[in-house]
DNA sequence: CAACTTAACTACCGATCGGTTGTATGGTTG
DNA sequence: CAACCATACAACCGATCGGTAGTTAAGTTG
């Protein structure tokens, strides 16, 4: 896909917004945990062990975002991801984290 | 890379500490500019319209996340991207919005 | 149907954090 | 010294996080 340079306002201001509902740790949670199939706000609140409220506030962000959607059935709403490049891009992050952790032991095995 | 879970909470925090420093127009807009190659704080607080100590603030922040460098050469300070993911990262979301743009706008010209 | 329970959403509050602007200071380099 | 950069601080503002409480919607029971 062809990227304008430099990138309109709104379109930057849309970019951030996604990175910021990604740029919290128990949206990362909830993330991760979706990965593995739809859940209820009553699933991720047991999972995660917050409150109901705050799960609901937190999925709201991630909806606003396009990363998840809603599914209602009975009483019940079920949340899955709909942005299936998240998944990508939460792994690459982690692999990143993951190699700079390696390195940073590798350094402190080395110094000693 | 195998990923464990559920992700220690360290490695969480430091991703979500990625995602945040990204979710920031004025930090994208330095990103982009890097991609272009090596740049001074003047050349951004140029080319960004904004104060030197504003953009010092905001490399700090990319930096402390491992996504840019500094090299230091006579009384200039070049910033590079020494992320590349990064560069992937950004194009990948772009991508994502630009499609949701696409479709917004097809919707709105279906409509009428 | 009425009463109750459960699941989820929403609104508000207080505390905290982040971004911006401005000023000032210190360090380094040529 | 002059230029460039980093840092610190204050002030203001808006956004965000977590909690409390109230509301809505669906299911259940009598």
Same mark, same amino acid.
């Given at each position: 896909?062809?990227?304008?340079?430099?990138?309109?306002?709104? @379109?930057?201001?849309?970019?951030?917004?996604?990175? +910021?509902?990604? %740029?919290?740790p128990?949206?990362? *949670? =909830? /993330?991760?945990?979706l990965?593995?199939?739809?859940?209820?706000?009553?699933?991720?609140?047991?999972?995660?062990?917050?409150?109901q409220?705050?799960?609901?506030?937190?999925?709201?962000? @991630?909806?606003?975002?396009?990363?998840?959607?809603? +599914?209602?059935? %009975?009483?019940?709403?079920?949340? *899955? =991801? /709909?942005?299936?490049?998240?998944?990508?891009?939460?792994?690459?992050?982690?692999?990143?984290?993951?190699?700079?952790?390696?390195?940073?032991?590798?350094?402190?095995?080395?110094?000693?």
């Amino acid at each position: 896909m062809a990227m304008p340079h430099p990138l309109p306002d709104p @379109l930057v201001e849309r970019i951030a917004e996604r990175f +910021r509902a990604l %740029g919290e740790p128990l949206r990362i *949670r =909830i /993330v991760e945990h979706l990965m593995a199939g739809e859940a209820t706000v009553q699933d991720l609140t047991q999972a995660l062990g917050t409150s109901q409220q705050n799960i609901s506030k937190h999925l709201r962000v @991630l909806a606003n975002a396009s990363i998840v959607g809603r +599914r209602r059935d %009975g009483s019940f709403a079920y949340y *899955r =991801i /709909v942005d299936a490049g998240v998944t990508q891009l939460c792994e690459q992050v982690c692999g990143t984290v993951q190699q700079e952790v390696a390195e940073l032991s590798a350094a402190i095995r080395g110094r000693r």
